[in-house]
């Protein structure tokens, strides 16, 4: 059985940093792209970032290139998102999700999601 444990959200300022954390089990992580995912209230889930199983190809979402950064330690079947000046446009339940597949994706983004995480809120105030 997968399990996805999600930690470090929070209530912050803006231009403030956080890191999430997504750890995974029961499933052989080092064969999956992962990524971040976030949905505000009263909009769609949105893909945030992801990397590939090596690590070594990444995507950002327009909006928080520059800001972001997302890394995975397969030996520690662990991926995290480091998010610096953050904004209350930043503000969602942020989602760690396994792809299906060992490159990224860049069509039918949501489709390859095999599992996903419980969700960690981040709220940033203006």
């Known amino acids: 059985q997968v399990r996805i444990v999600e930690s470090g959200g929070d209530l912050v300022q803006t231009g403030d940093s956080l890191r999430l954390s997504c750890t995974v089990s029961g499933l052989a992580f080092d064969l999956y792209s992962m990524g971040w995912f976030r949905q505000a209230p009263g909009k769609e889930r949105e893909g945030v970032s992801c990397?590939?199983?090596?690590?070594?190809?990444?995507f950002y979402e327009d909006s928080v290139t520059e800001r972001f950064a997302t890394s995975r330690d397969n030996a520690k079947n662990s991926h995290v998102l480091e998010m610096d000046s953050l904004k209350p446009e930043d503000t969602a339940m942020y989602y760690c999700a396994v792809f299906g597949v060992p490159q990224c994706p860049t069509e039918n983004i949501e489709q390859l999601v095999i599992d996903w995480g419980q969700g960690t809120q981040v709220t940033v105030s203006s």
């Open positions: 990397i590939s199983r090596t690590g070594d190809t990444r």
